[in-house]
C-alpha cells in the first residue's frame, strides 16, 4: 500500500458537537458489522439519522448506504468477509495491526475490557474488546467519555484503516472517513507511526487469545446490535 498517493481528509474547521459524534459512532457501528438482515432491514432508520449529520460526514455515510441497499444480501456477505477477514492490512482489530496474533496483543486486549467493566458494561465471549464496531458502539452508547479516549489512542490505526480500504477500492472506506473525522487531527507521530505499521504489517505468532474475547451485543442497558 502507498501511503504517498492517498492524502489525508481534510479537517473540519469547528469540532463535531458530541450529539453528531456518537450519532456517526452508533451509526458506523451498524455499518462495520456483518450485514445481516437486521442491519439490512434498517435502512430507512439509518437514512433519517444520516440526514440530521453535518454535510461531510453524511455524505460519506450516505453513498455507503445507497451501496448496501442496492447490493444483493449475498453479495454484501461475500464482500465483508473478503474486505475484513482475509486481508491483514484490512482488519477491524485495532490491536491487530501493532500485535499480530503475538502474546503482547493480549495486555493491549485488557486495556479495552478494563475500559467497558469501569462502564459497568457486561460482556461474554463472542467477540474480541479491540473490534471496532464493539468500541463504536461503546462510544455511542454507554461510556461516550471512556469511548472517545480509545478511539483517540487509536487514530493512527483508523487512519490506516481508512487508507487500506481507499486503496483497494472499498465502498467502506466512507464510513471510515466519517469515523475519522470525529476524532482528534493527526499528529506528526500519528503519521510516523502510520508509516511504521504500513511498513511492517502485523507480526505474526499464533496464541490463543480467547480469555480476552467479548459479546459486541451485551451492553448493559443498551439496544443489543443482533
Known amino acids: 500500500m502507498s501511503l504517498l498517493k492517498l492524502r489525508r481528509r481534510p479537517e473540519p474547521a469547528v469540532r463535531m458537537p458530541e450529539r453528531d459524534r456518537r450519532l456517526v459512532w452508533r451509526i458506523a457501528a451498524l455499518l462495520l458489522d456483518y450485514p445481516g438482515e437486521k442491519t439490512l432491514g434498517m435502512a430507512e432508520e439509518l437514512s433519517a439519522a444520516i440526514a440530521e449529520l453535518p454535510d461531510g460526514v453524511r455524505d460519506d455515510l450516505d453513498r455507503f448506504l445507497v451501496h448496501l441497499c442496492t447490493t444483493e444480501p449475498l453479495t454484501l456477505a461475500q464482500q465483508y468477509v473478503e474486505t475484513f477477514d482475509l486481508r491483514r492490512r484490512a482488519s477491524l482489530h485495532l490491536t491487530y495491526y501493532a500485535y499480530g496474533d503475538t502474546r503482547k496483543r493480549g495486555m493491549a486486549l485488557l ?25 463504536l458502539e461503546f462510544a455511542a452508547t454507554v ?49 510516523r507511526r502510520i508509516a511504521e505499521l504500513a511498513a511492517q504489517g502485523p507480526p505474526e505468532e499464533e496464541v490463543g487469545l480467547d480469555p480476552f474475547a467479548m459479546d459486541p451485543s451485551l451492553f448493559a442497558g443498551t439496544e443489543g446490535r443482533r
Open 111 to 135: 486495556r479495552f475490557k478494563h475500559a467497558y467493566r469501569h462502564a459497568g458494561a457486561e460482556l461474554d465471549d463472542t467477540e474480541l474488546p479491540d473490534h471496532l464496531p464493539v468500541l
Open 143 to 191: 461510556d461516550p467519555i471512556g469511548g472517545e479516549r480509545l478511539l483517540g489512542e487509536h487514530v493512527p490505526v483508523i487512519e490506516l484503516l481508512r487508507l487500506s480500504l481507499s486503496d483497494s477500492g472499498s465502498p467502506y472506506a466512507g464510513v471510515l472517513a466519517a469515523v475519522v473525522a470525529t476524532l482528534p487531527p493527526l499528529t506528526t507521530a500519528d503519521r
